[in-house]
């Protein structure tokens, strides 16, 4: 690395030298010049025509972009407040797209067609207030009204009315795997802190806290469809993100306190897999196993399974060496099916008890096994009290 920074540093020192020795070269003004440095009109028209077909080029790959990858876009939130959230992205798209194109146009025919020539002279034009004015205005208006609204969407997005009936889950990252844990009955997480992990509570959770009794931890986000969820975000060692695109959610999990997002999830895992985008979807990728298939089996090995839908929470931050495995499944449920697999859940105290048991168990001296000892029977005549030795 050091000299890779060395090898930097020569060359850029070098690239000044030579820069300083062509500025020195250009005050000597009157003096027998090299002339071969400036352009002349035949370099001036290769110029302007890379620039402009630069501008056709980028508008080509822009509009086969949309066509070829505009189906890779997720459609359909999963989440209400996703509708908001896509709206703002696209307007902001809109207003983007509207004002590269025309001033990336300009630009580079601009470029084109004032293209040096001989003869030809720039014209100075010092200011002119009237253009500079429209030019200030019109983006301050446009961008003041983008922020705004962000603003407006962000604040709607982010607020959790406190009477409202809500549903609390915390989502525990660390590198790097998900654990989610439930509030169980009482709706309250019990409390936590990084210094009480120990053995399987592995999330530290404190046990001597009544809230923390009915808590459950599972591997597996399971939620209701309808209900409000609070998650409550913590991280045992790094700056990690909860990402879960599909619900247009995404928030730091920073060790050492507790950030929120809040959402309510509109649709069940089963009704997002029957939509036509995601049939299409699994369609396609199924179709690139498929044929990914056909050479594993060629080459002797085992092929792949179909792909089936789910929804995931993934990691968003560059977390160390497996973070682009940090993943963990989301199930949305219906409000019965999810009834029906929390109470298979066991609870965290459950699991932690379950767990000391088995460890005294492991510990409990274990009474010694009597070995029949194999006896000289010579020796025993002559023992004066013989032992039986059974
Ligand atoms: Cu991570």
């Known amino acids: 690395m050091t000299s890779l920074l060395v090898i930097i540093v020569l060359l850029l020192v070098g690239v000044a030298i030579w820069q300083m020795t062509k500025i020195f070269d250009l005050t000597q003004v009157g003096a027998n010049r090299n002339r071969s440095q400036i352009a002349d009109n035949k370099d001036n028209n290769i110029q302007g025509y890379l620039m402009f077909g630069f501008l056709v080029f980028l508008y080509i790959f822009v509009i086969y972009g949309l066509f070829a990858w505009s189906h890779l876009v997720l459609i359909d939130p999963a989440s209400e407040h996703g509708t908001d959230y896509d709206n703002l992205m696209w307007i902001t798209f809109g207003v983007v797209f509207f004002v590269i194109a025309i001033t990336q146009a300009l630009l580079f025919y601009f470029a084109f067609k004032y293209r040096g020539a001989e003869g030809k002279q720039a014209v100075y034009f010092a200011d002119n207030d009237k253009l500079e004015f429209i030019w200030t205005i019109i983006p301050v208006f446009v961008l003041a009204g983008l922020i705004l609204y962000g603003l407006y969407t962000w604040t709607n997005i982010m607020f959790v009315d406190e009477d409202e009936d809500v549903m609390y889950v915390e989502l525990y ?4 795997a998900w654990t989610a844990r439930y509030s169980g009955k009482d709706n309250v997480l019990g409390k936590a802190n990084v210094r009480l992990i120990e053995g399987i509570n592995t999330m530290g959770v404190d046990m001597e806290d009544p809230n923390a009794q009915d808590d459950i931890a599972t591997t597996e986000l399971h939620i209701p469809k309808g209900k409000k969820i609070v998650f409550k975000l913590r991280s045992q060692d790094v700056l990690h993100s909860a990402f879960m695109p599909h619900f247009r959610a995404q928030m730091n999990c920073v060790p050492g306190m507790v950030t929120q997002f809040a959402f309510r999830p509109i649709m069940t895992t089963d009704e997002m897999r029957q939509t036509e985008h995601m049939i299409e979807k699994v369609h396609n990728i199924n179709k690139i196993r498929s044929k990914k298939s056909t050479e594993l089996v060629a080459n002797g090995e085992s092929p ?41 859940q066991p609870t965290i105290a459950k699991t932690v008890i379950d ?36």
């Open 173 to 176: 990252a660390k590198q790097f």
């Open 355 to 390: 767990e000391k048991i088995a460890k005294a168990a492991e510990n409990a001296p274990v009474a010694t096994p009597v070995i029949a000892k194999k006896v000289d029977s010579t020796k025993v005549a002559v023992v004066a009290t013989p032992i039986a030795v059974k």
């Open 304 to 344: 792949l399974d179909p792909y089936t839908f789910d929804y995931l929470l993934l990691c968003n931050k560059i977390c160390g060496a497996s973070h682009y495995n940090m993943q963990m499944k989301i199930v949305v449920d219906t409000p019965e099916d999810y009834q029906n697999w929390l109470k298979n």
